[in-house]
Protein backbone atom coordinates (compact mmCIF):
# COMPACT_ATOMS: atom_id res chain seq x y z
CA UNK A 1 0.00 0.00 0.00
CA UNK A 2 2.75 2.29 0.90
CA UNK A 3 4.29 1.33 -1.92
CA UNK A 4 1.24 2.48 -4.17
CA UNK A 5 1.02 5.41 -2.01
CA UNK A 6 4.27 5.47 -3.15
CA UNK A 7 4.01 5.01 -6.41
CA UNK A 8 1.25 7.25 -6.20
CA UNK A 9 2.76 9.88 -4.37
CA UNK A 10 5.69 9.83 -7.55
CA UNK A 11 3.39 9.57 -9.83
CA UNK A 12 1.96 12.65 -8.34
CA UNK A 13 5.26 14.18 -7.64
CA UNK A 14 6.00 13.74 -11.39
CA UNK A 15 2.44 14.97 -11.92
CA UNK A 16 3.44 18.24 -10.41
CA UNK A 17 6.70 18.10 -11.44
CA UNK A 18 5.05 18.21 -15.25
CA UNK A 19 2.97 20.50 -13.98
CA UNK A 20 5.43 22.67 -12.68
CA UNK A 21 7.07 22.50 -15.88
CA UNK A 22 4.02 23.17 -17.41
CA UNK A 23 3.70 26.07 -15.42
CA UNK A 24 7.17 27.45 -15.95
CA UNK A 25 6.51 26.92 -19.44
CA UNK A 26 3.33 28.48 -19.19
CA UNK A 27 4.90 31.24 -17.10
CA UNK A 28 7.55 31.66 -19.25
CA UNK A 29 4.99 31.66 -21.96
CA UNK A 30 3.05 34.20 -20.39
CA UNK A 31 5.46 36.34 -19.75
CA UNK A 32 6.37 35.51 -23.54
CA UNK A 33 3.25 36.83 -24.02
CA UNK A 34 3.55 40.12 -21.88
CA UNK A 35 6.58 40.64 -23.48
CA UNK A 36 5.02 40.62 -27.16
CA UNK A 37 1.83 41.98 -25.48
CA UNK A 38 4.23 44.94 -24.25
CA UNK A 39 6.04 45.31 -27.22
CA UNK A 40 2.47 44.90 -29.15
CA UNK A 41 1.18 47.89 -26.84
CA UNK A 42 4.77 50.10 -27.76
CA UNK A 43 3.60 49.43 -31.28
CA UNK A 44 -0.04 50.85 -30.50
CA UNK A 45 1.37 53.37 -28.64
CA UNK A 46 3.77 54.63 -31.77
CA UNK A 47 1.07 53.94 -34.29
CA UNK A 48 -1.40 56.32 -31.79
CA UNK A 49 1.15 58.88 -31.60
CA UNK A 50 1.75 58.30 -35.36
CA UNK A 51 -1.78 58.59 -35.96
CA UNK A 52 -1.97 61.37 -33.76
CA UNK A 53 0.73 63.00 -35.74
CA UNK A 54 -1.01 62.17 -39.04
CA UNK A 55 -4.27 63.34 -37.66
CA UNK A 56 -2.65 66.60 -37.33
CA UNK A 57 -1.10 66.60 -40.18
CA UNK A 58 -4.29 65.92 -42.11
CA UNK A 59 -6.16 68.79 -39.81
CA UNK A 60 -3.38 70.95 -41.29
CA UNK A 61 -3.57 69.93 -44.84
CA UNK A 62 -7.21 70.23 -44.46
CA UNK A 63 -6.77 73.18 -43.37
CA UNK A 64 -4.29 74.36 -46.05
CA UNK A 65 -6.65 72.88 -48.87
CA UNK A 66 -9.50 74.69 -47.03
CA UNK A 67 -7.79 77.89 -47.19
CA UNK A 68 -6.24 77.24 -50.25
CA UNK A 69 -9.51 76.33 -51.51
CA UNK A 70 -10.92 79.60 -50.73
CA UNK A 71 -7.94 81.57 -52.19
CA UNK A 72 -8.75 79.73 -55.55
CA UNK A 73 -12.49 80.72 -54.83
CA UNK A 74 -11.38 84.31 -54.58
CA UNK A 75 -9.18 83.93 -57.48
CA UNK A 76 -11.56 82.46 -59.63
CA UNK A 77 -14.22 85.32 -58.58
CA UNK A 78 -11.26 88.02 -59.02
CA UNK A 79 -10.82 85.90 -62.63
CA UNK A 80 -14.57 85.74 -63.76
CA UNK A 81 -14.20 89.38 -62.12
CA UNK A 82 -11.69 90.37 -64.70
CA UNK A 83 -12.85 88.30 -67.36
CA UNK A 84 -16.32 90.59 -67.08
CA UNK A 85 -14.01 93.64 -66.78
CA UNK A 86 -12.19 92.48 -70.12
CA UNK A 87 -15.48 91.93 -71.70
CA UNK A 88 -17.03 95.41 -70.58
CA UNK A 89 -13.22 96.55 -71.82
CA UNK A 90 -13.42 95.19 -75.03
CA UNK A 91 -16.90 96.00 -75.74
CA UNK A 92 -16.46 99.46 -74.47
CA UNK A 93 -13.28 99.55 -76.87
CA UNK A 94 -15.43 98.41 -80.19
CA UNK A 95 -18.07 100.90 -79.32
CA UNK A 96 -15.15 103.84 -78.88
CA UNK A 97 -13.37 102.36 -82.11
CA UNK A 98 -16.54 102.22 -83.73
CA UNK A 99 -17.78 105.75 -82.58
CA UNK A 100 -14.23 107.12 -83.39
CA UNK A 101 -13.80 105.24 -87.29
CA UNK A 102 -17.47 107.06 -87.73
CA UNK A 103 -16.34 110.32 -86.32
CA UNK A 104 -13.15 109.88 -88.20
CA UNK A 105 -15.08 109.07 -91.73
CA UNK A 106 -16.91 112.52 -90.86
CA UNK A 107 -14.46 114.31 -90.75
CA UNK A 108 -12.78 112.97 -93.66
CA UNK A 109 -15.52 113.38 -95.64
CA UNK A 110 -15.81 116.97 -94.01
CA UNK A 111 -12.34 117.21 -95.18
CA UNK A 112 -12.67 116.07 -98.51
CA UNK A 113 -15.42 118.30 -99.18
CA UNK A 114 -13.83 120.90 -97.84
CA UNK A 115 -10.55 120.19 -100.14
CA UNK A 116 -13.26 120.26 -103.48
CA UNK A 117 -14.50 123.35 -101.89
CA UNK A 118 -11.07 125.14 -101.41
CA UNK A 119 -10.09 123.73 -104.86
CA UNK A 120 -13.21 125.40 -106.40
CA UNK A 121 -12.19 128.41 -105.27
CA UNK A 122 -8.79 128.50 -105.92
CA UNK A 123 -9.85 127.10 -109.24
CA UNK A 124 -12.22 129.86 -109.95
CA UNK A 125 -9.60 132.37 -107.96
CA UNK A 126 -7.16 131.51 -110.66
CA UNK A 127 -9.53 131.53 -113.33
CA UNK A 128 -10.20 134.85 -111.91
CA UNK A 129 -6.67 135.92 -111.56
CA UNK A 130 -6.01 134.33 -114.94
CA UNK A 131 -8.39 136.66 -116.70
CA UNK A 132 -7.11 139.91 -114.23
CA UNK A 133 -3.36 138.93 -115.65
CA UNK A 134 -4.70 138.56 -118.94
CA UNK A 135 -6.60 141.67 -118.87
CA UNK A 136 -3.78 143.39 -117.06
CA UNK A 137 -1.12 142.18 -120.10
CA UNK A 138 -4.08 143.37 -122.67
CA UNK A 139 -3.76 146.70 -120.76
CA UNK A 140 -0.25 147.02 -120.42
CA UNK A 141 0.52 146.34 -124.25
CA UNK A 142 -2.17 148.81 -124.85
CA UNK A 143 -0.17 150.58 -122.82
CA UNK A 144 2.83 150.06 -124.57
CA UNK A 145 1.07 150.33 -128.00
CA UNK A 146 -0.63 153.27 -127.41
CA UNK A 147 2.69 155.13 -125.80
CA UNK A 148 4.79 153.32 -128.32
CA UNK A 149 2.21 155.11 -130.98
CA UNK A 150 2.63 158.40 -129.61
CA UNK A 151 5.75 158.47 -129.56
CA UNK A 152 6.16 157.48 -132.81
CA UNK A 153 3.93 159.81 -134.31
CA UNK A 154 6.06 162.15 -132.37
CA UNK A 155 8.58 161.41 -134.09
CA UNK A 156 6.43 161.20 -137.66
CA UNK A 157 5.73 164.58 -136.46
CA UNK A 158 9.14 165.58 -136.02
CA UNK A 159 10.09 163.66 -139.17
CA UNK A 160 7.30 165.46 -141.01
CA UNK A 161 8.35 168.49 -139.87
CA UNK A 162 12.22 168.05 -141.16
CA UNK A 163 11.24 166.98 -143.99
CA UNK A 164 9.47 169.74 -144.70
CA UNK A 165 12.07 172.02 -143.68
CA UNK A 166 14.29 169.89 -146.24
CA UNK A 167 11.75 170.50 -148.55
CA UNK A 168 11.45 174.25 -148.51
CA UNK A 169 15.23 174.46 -148.06
CA UNK A 170 15.63 172.36 -151.48
CA UNK A 171 12.81 174.59 -152.95
CA UNK A 172 15.08 177.67 -152.20
CA UNK A 173 18.44 176.05 -153.32
CA UNK A 174 16.55 174.62 -156.54
CA UNK A 175 15.24 178.05 -157.20
CA UNK A 176 18.74 180.01 -156.83
CA UNK A 177 20.37 177.17 -158.34
CA UNK A 178 18.04 177.35 -161.17
CA UNK A 179 18.39 181.12 -161.09
CA UNK A 180 21.99 180.70 -161.40
CA UNK A 181 22.23 177.98 -163.83
CA UNK A 182 19.71 179.99 -166.33
CA UNK A 183 22.17 182.54 -166.25
CA UNK A 184 25.38 180.55 -166.31
CA UNK A 185 25.15 176.85 -166.71
CA UNK A 186 23.18 174.36 -169.16
CA UNK A 187 20.60 172.26 -168.10
CA UNK A 188 22.19 169.13 -167.90
CA UNK A 189 24.32 170.80 -164.95
CA UNK A 190 20.97 171.86 -163.49
CA UNK A 191 19.63 168.19 -163.39
CA UNK A 192 22.52 166.74 -161.32
CA UNK A 193 23.06 169.07 -159.05
CA UNK A 194 18.68 168.63 -158.55
CA UNK A 195 19.36 165.12 -158.78
CA UNK A 196 22.14 164.96 -155.48
CA UNK A 197 20.42 166.98 -153.57
CA UNK A 198 17.03 165.38 -153.80
CA UNK A 199 18.98 162.10 -153.43
CA UNK A 200 20.88 163.14 -150.19
CA UNK A 201 17.58 164.69 -148.59
CA UNK A 202 16.14 161.07 -149.70
CA UNK A 203 18.68 159.54 -148.07
CA UNK A 204 18.53 161.13 -144.87
CA UNK A 205 14.71 160.90 -144.46
CA UNK A 206 15.20 156.90 -145.13
CA UNK A 207 17.85 157.15 -142.33
CA UNK A 208 16.34 158.37 -140.04
CA UNK A 209 13.01 156.51 -140.64
CA UNK A 210 14.88 153.54 -140.80
CA UNK A 211 15.80 154.33 -136.98
CA UNK A 212 12.56 154.39 -136.33
CA UNK A 213 11.58 151.14 -137.75
CA UNK A 214 14.08 149.42 -136.01
CA UNK A 215 12.52 150.31 -132.21
CA UNK A 216 9.01 149.54 -133.48
CA UNK A 217 8.45 145.21 -133.20
CA UNK A 218 5.22 145.28 -134.58
CA UNK A 219 3.49 144.84 -137.57
CA UNK A 220 0.79 146.84 -137.74
CA UNK A 221 3.01 149.78 -136.74
CA UNK A 222 5.20 149.57 -139.69
CA UNK A 223 2.28 149.14 -142.17
CA UNK A 224 0.96 152.49 -140.44
CA UNK A 225 4.66 154.13 -140.66
CA UNK A 226 5.00 152.68 -144.36
CA UNK A 227 1.73 154.41 -145.51
CA UNK A 228 2.77 157.76 -143.56
CA UNK A 229 6.23 157.47 -145.29
CA UNK A 230 4.19 156.94 -148.86
CA UNK A 231 2.02 159.65 -147.92
CA UNK A 232 5.22 161.58 -147.34
CA UNK A 233 6.81 161.09 -150.47
CA UNK A 234 4.03 161.58 -152.09
CA UNK A 235 3.74 165.15 -150.58
CA UNK A 236 7.19 165.80 -150.53
CA UNK A 237 6.83 165.14 -154.79
CA UNK A 238 3.97 167.45 -155.53
CA UNK A 239 5.09 169.77 -153.58
CA UNK A 240 8.45 169.37 -155.30
CA UNK A 241 6.70 169.16 -158.63
CA UNK A 242 4.60 172.35 -157.44
CA UNK A 243 7.74 174.31 -156.42
CA UNK A 244 9.86 173.66 -159.39
CA UNK A 245 6.42 174.60 -161.90
CA UNK A 246 6.33 178.34 -159.87
CA UNK A 247 9.99 178.70 -160.22
CA UNK A 248 9.52 178.17 -163.77
CA UNK A 249 6.96 180.34 -164.32
CA UNK A 250 8.26 182.86 -161.49
CA UNK A 251 12.04 183.30 -162.82
CA UNK A 252 11.80 184.87 -166.12
CA UNK A 253 14.20 187.37 -165.43
CA UNK A 254 17.23 186.93 -163.24
CA UNK A 255 16.87 187.19 -159.75
CA UNK A 256 18.69 190.52 -158.71
CA UNK A 257 16.36 192.41 -157.42
CA UNK A 258 13.03 190.83 -155.65
CA UNK A 259 10.84 193.70 -155.75
CA UNK A 260 11.64 195.00 -159.24
CA UNK A 261 10.64 191.05 -160.59
CA UNK A 262 7.75 191.03 -158.50
CA UNK A 263 6.77 194.70 -159.54
CA UNK A 264 7.28 193.43 -163.42
CA UNK A 265 5.43 190.33 -164.38
CA UNK A 266 6.65 188.37 -167.03
CA UNK A 267 5.57 188.57 -171.04
CA UNK A 268 3.58 185.97 -171.61
CA UNK A 269 5.06 184.85 -174.90
CA UNK A 270 8.10 184.13 -173.46
CA UNK A 271 6.29 181.99 -170.74
CA UNK A 272 5.23 179.72 -173.08
CA UNK A 273 8.25 178.85 -174.13
CA UNK A 274 9.98 178.75 -170.74
CA UNK A 275 7.30 176.42 -169.05
CA UNK A 276 7.53 174.12 -172.87
CA UNK A 277 11.19 174.22 -172.04
CA UNK A 278 11.42 172.88 -168.17
CA UNK A 279 8.62 170.59 -168.93
CA UNK A 280 11.22 168.82 -171.23
CA UNK A 281 13.75 169.73 -169.02
CA UNK A 282 11.81 167.91 -165.84
CA UNK A 283 11.24 165.21 -167.34
CA UNK A 284 14.53 163.54 -167.24
CA UNK A 285 14.41 164.96 -163.48
CA UNK A 286 11.79 162.87 -163.10
CA UNK A 287 13.10 159.39 -163.40
CA UNK A 288 15.83 159.79 -160.84
CA UNK A 289 12.98 160.36 -158.53
CA UNK A 290 11.24 157.39 -159.05
CA UNK A 291 14.07 155.53 -158.73
CA UNK A 292 15.38 156.77 -155.30
CA UNK A 293 11.24 156.35 -154.65
CA UNK A 294 11.70 153.03 -155.50
CA UNK A 295 14.72 152.19 -153.28
CA UNK A 296 13.20 152.82 -150.03
CA UNK A 297 10.64 150.65 -150.91
CA UNK A 298 13.17 148.30 -151.40
CA UNK A 299 15.24 149.16 -148.27
CA UNK A 300 11.43 148.82 -146.20
CA UNK A 301 10.91 145.51 -147.84
CA UNK A 302 14.72 144.45 -146.77
CA UNK A 303 13.79 145.80 -143.08
CA UNK A 304 10.57 143.95 -143.02
CA UNK A 305 12.48 140.95 -143.70
CA UNK A 306 15.74 141.38 -141.53
CA UNK A 307 12.87 141.91 -138.36
CA UNK A 308 10.58 138.90 -139.30
CA UNK A 309 13.81 136.87 -139.17
CA UNK A 310 14.50 138.79 -135.54
CA UNK A 311 11.43 137.44 -134.74
CA UNK A 312 11.48 134.12 -135.56
Do not use: F
Not at 74 to 82: A, I, M, P, V
Not at 118 to 124: A, F, G, K, L, Y
Request: proline letters at 3%.
Amino acid sequence: MLEKARQEARSKDESLKKLEENLHSLESKAKGKDQVYKNQLDKIKELESQLELKTSLQCQSEKQVSHLSERLKGKEESCSRLQQKVIDLENKLKQQEDIQSTTYQKKVIDLENKLREQIRQSESSSVVLQHKVKELERKLKEQEENSECLSLRQKIKELEDKVRELEKQLASTIISEYVNSSRSTPTESKRSAREEKTNEAEHRILRSLNTVNRRVSQGSVLVKENDSLHEVRKKRLSRNGEVENNSTVAVPTPVSDNKGRHSDPPKPVPRISRTKAITTAQRPVVAPRNKTSRDPMQGIKERDTKKRMWSR
